[in-house]
């Protein structure tokens, strides 16, 4: 799934998921792609990715594939894992006509940000069913172009706990997938990878403080402002946070791994060389010892 949404970039992917109940849990064993033409705000099933889950789901069973589809997934790309209008109504109907069934989505944009996956489950409630008011529930940034479409339906879906599990097989795929591409795994940075989705992120914190400066001129004692602007402040954090690790992570991988500059010269242009004294060997016989190693593999080279 993630592979999927990641190859989509920008644009909404779409899937279906296979695999068993047990008691109250849904086991999701595989998934596969549809063949659907998405936008940056939605996707929709047509005839021909309808025909293509029949025919699939028909050769799974002849190769003896006993999976059944218990759920569809697709992506958010940047605004987070939450259910739209259009997604409520998709999910309502499925739980009507096939049920058990689950919706997850995935963020492919918070996720390559974060460095873990941003993944929800979600099922919709019962038609005519209200949900009581004071139920809490985990605050979660939400662009401002979709505040409205997220505040609207908020209440007709709850959220699923997700948990992770492999086989033996998948360990030894996992091995073999690091031994292959630690190298880019290593090389990348998120802070250069994902420049546009970050720029985005300051641009709508940004819109976020205006309209909660707004808010404040009419009245300063407003709460509903108030608890506007602790939000923001909140995405402000958690983008910050994302920022200094990506910061962090490239100071280390250049004190390791750059062989043009020496050790002293990579720490002393960190502003943040007082707080990595823990992660990085901030002795001056350790910088002497590592400057040492990095000469002898240049002479060896040479």
Known sequence: ???H??????????GLLQG?????SFIILDVFALPVEGTETRVNAQAQAYEYMTVYSDLC??????EKVVGWYHSHPGYGCWLSGIDVSTQTLNQKFQEPWVAIVIDPLRTMSAGKVDIGAFRTYPEGYRPPDDVPSEYQSIPLAKIEDFGVHCKRYYPLEVSFFKSQLDAHI????WNSYWISTLSSSPLFSNVEFINNQIQDI???LLAVDKKLQLNERSTEAQEALLKVVTDAYAVGDELEAGRISHLIKQFLFARKCSCKEVLGASPVESSMDVVV????GEKEEAASAVS???????
């Open 61 to 66: 069973e002849t190769e003896g594939r006993q």
């Open 20 to 24: 068993r109940i047990d008691a109250n």
């Open 174 to 177: 996992l091995t073999a997938l």
């Open 281 to 284: 060997a901030a002795s001056e």
């Open 1 to 3: 799934m993630t592979m």
């Open 206 to 208: 940004n819109q976020k």
């Open 5 to 14: 949404a990641k190859r989509g970039g920008s644009l909404e992917i779409m």
């Open 296 to 302: 002898a593999v240049e002479m060896s080279d040479a």
